[in-house]
């Protein structure tokens, strides 16, 4: 939510740009860890924000995949029209409809009286503008509690979300909160669509939600914005793809703990350093480092466990640039050389930096600017193994469905080819393709839904290494070439995909033979 008196929840405001390659999202989210449940789910970012001068082409073009956005009592300016809504679906952006007045934040000063009228007359509203912008009927709308609802309110807050239901259905009723309203609301039946956000949450998640709210205060294009990260295909988005198509996949953060070892540790210690920590930035996780972990999260109102985890990441990373200097900038400098850029770790963010930057991003789909922020810092720290002392962190397997197109698409053809099928390897999920995974999912005993998914792409896969054949290898180096390998799709595993695999698995983390199993397949994918 974007309002004025909302500055509380952050310990000071911290303005990331976020110009590209926003989007689809990790196992384990940008803000915090997530269940086993909703981490099977593919995941997209998108954002919410009141300002209607911001384009849909601004946003489609930061990579994002779809927007919450508001209705409310009018007049008002940050309201959705009707003009907005076709320029964002235009764009082919999902459109999540939620209601806000003031947030509830009027109950601070008095419960109402009535609060099952009140409910039902903001849903009588909130529906009336949802239907006339072209929502279809059957999508849910969220109703925003905007402030740390205490307990002593909870009776009148299910009162208010009855009125809701009882316009809209059960079915079509959301809350926007923090944890313990979500918690209350979902145990109690009254909800059936949750956005929980990380603020008054503790860092604490609902599994049952669909929406997080994983940061305030981004910008994009120039514009004020919060970041949000859907949590399952459907969190009743309407209009456009809504984000589980298309974008980049983003790998989960990694969790770094004492004892561990290596260059994320060493770039974690000079972010510390950056927020004030009187440590040395050795590389090595011991009994400074973990002091210093704690004072962080004890400082930001984060879960002091010492483990530098996702929310603790998402807490220490601050965006750099070129004219950058410092802590912070040596941090994004230790981790680009992970991918064997070779920068002097002097904390100043020249040319040399920004070419590196600008290559990483290239190099994993992000959008070129230059700009170390969150999309790129996630990627450089959760991409590979930057921690001795626990396992390489793999990125989800994406979503690939009907109406896609790209890389992904084509070496899903190819596999699907590898494996049988008559269609054409084109990049475009088509009609031909749609058929061809179902006919594929049937044929292995899966969920027979036509969307590439997880289990899809687990069955698909194969094993290629140097002496392989076929469109399963075309499908690999189709794969590498995202990554700016240059490699002839010939079907032939010849020396050169093998040094270009053996490339990518070193500088990825992974274990270098130069063969293309799981591990490599799911960062290839996945990356």
Known sequence: MNLPD?????????????????????????????????????TGYGIDYSDASLTAGSVAAAGYGFVCRYLSWLPNPKVLTLSEAQALTAADLGIVSNWESDGLQSWQSGVPSDPYSQGAGHATEAQRQALAN??????????SVDFDLQPSMYSALNSYFDGVASVIGRSRTGAYGGYHVIQELFDNGKIAWGWQTYAWSGGNW???????????????????????????????????????????ILPSWPNITEGMTGPSVQAAQYLLRYHGASITADGQFGSATLAATKSFQSAHGLGVDGQIGPQTWSALIVQVQEGSSGDDVRAAQVELNRFGYGLTVDGSFGSGTDSAARAFQSAHGLGVDGQVGPQTWQMLVGTGNGASGGSTVAPPWPNVIDGDTGNNVLAAQYLLRYHGASITADGQFGPATLAATKSFQSAHGLGVDGQIGPQTWSA???QVQEGSSGDDVRAAQVELNKFGYGLTVDGSFGSGTDSAARAFQSAHGLGVDGQIGPQTWQMLVGS
Do not use: C, E
């Open 6 to 42: 909302r500055s509380h929840q952050l310990s000071r405001r911290r303005l990331l740009t976020l110009a590209g390659g926003a989007a689809l999202a990790t196992a384990a989210g940008i803000g915090f860890a997530q269940s086993a449940s909703a981490a099977s789910a593919a």
């Open 206 to 248: 609902d599994s049952r939600a669909q929406l997080r709210q994983v940061q305030n205060d981004i910008t994009v294009a120039g514009h004020d914005a919060d970041l949000d990260q859907a949590m399952a295909a459907d969190f009743g988005q309407w209009g456009g793809k809504g984000g589980t198509g298309g974008g980049v």
């Open 460 to 462: 698909l896969i194969v």
């Open 134 to 143: 072209g929502m279809p009927s059957s999508r849910p709308i969220y109703f």
